[in-house]
């Protein structure tokens, strides 16, 4: 191993001083293509998982309120379903014959309340 010199305690080594300035070379950077390109692909990845991870959320959120409204609009079938089922019967038929058609049995006597003549 060499040993080392203290440059400003040496005569030698020592730079003349110089009274304007001189410009510094400036150290160019060097470039590590492999790790930039690593690094582009790295943030890609990381950039489209993100993106896609806020798709499925949104996509999460529909599908909730999609089976929501598909178990809403079940009841409500379920309801017509029974509704459609009374309405075909004879207690049905002959109530609306009674009230819209004005229609009685025979031997009864029809009673119309609140009408004057």
């Known amino acids: 191993m060499r040993p080392r010199i203290n440059c400003r305690s040496e005569p030698a080594c020592r730079r003349p001083h110089v009274s304007a300035a001189v410009p510094r070379r400036r150290r160019r950077l060097r470039?590590?293509?492999?790790?930039?390109?690593?690094?582009l692909a790295i943030v890609y990845v990381i950039v489209t998982l993100c993106t896609q991870e806020i798709a499925m959320i949104s996509l999460r959120r529909k599908l909730d309120q999609l089976n929501t409204r598909i178990a809403v609009e079940r009841e409500r079938a379920v309801i017509l379903d029974a509704e459609i089922?009374?309405?075909?019967?004879?207690?049905?038929?002959?109530?609306?014959?009674?009230?819209?058609?004005?229609?009685?049995?025979?031997?009864?006597?029809p009673i119309v309340a609140g009408v004057r003549r």
């Open 31 to 39: 470039v590590r293509w492999p790790r930039l390109v690593l690094a």
């Open 85 to 109: 089922a009374y309405r075909d019967t004879d207690e049905f038929i002959e109530l609306l014959a009674r009230r819209e058609l004005g229609m009685v049995r025979p031997g009864e006597i």
